[in-house]
């Protein structure tokens, strides 16, 4: 007959009956173990102080020169003479305000054709 061992193995067959799938391994979770590592790595690093110091300083001249050639440009541009037909011109055309229209003047130098091209693209 039936000895004790056959018994679970008909209930082991019963609860895969169900129906309900047996659980897979997660293959996700090597994922997080990868990722953790990666973490712990970037943790344990450390920024010196020196070095912080001298990266705040080379974006400080950076960002200083940028202004001063920008400063430049603009008087430059204020240099450049413009008439006031050509501006009424642009901004009826072009329906921009007349800070758009002289701004677009100056940097072609007053030629109104290459503004309005330049507007237009």
């Known amino acids: 007959m039936a000895t004790e061992g056959d018994v679970d193995l008909d209930l082991e067959a019963e609860e895969n009956c169900t129906g309900k799938p047996t659980e897979k391994p997660r293959k996700h979770d090597s994922g997080a173990a990868d990722l953790e590592r990666v973490t712990d790595y970037a943790e344990e690093k450390e920024i010196s102080s020196s070095n912080l110091e001298t990266a705040m300083s080379v ?28 501006v009424e011109l642009i901004m009826g055309e072009m329906e921009i305000s007349r800070a758009v229209a002289e701004r677009s003047l100056r940097e072609h130098m007053g030629n109104v054709v290459e503004a309005l091209i330049a507007l237009t693209n």
């Open 59 to 86: 974006i400080g001249d950076r960002r200083s020169r940028e202004q001063k050639a920008k400063q430049e440009r603009e008087k430059e541009l204020a240099k450049v003479t413009i008439k006031r037909e050509d």
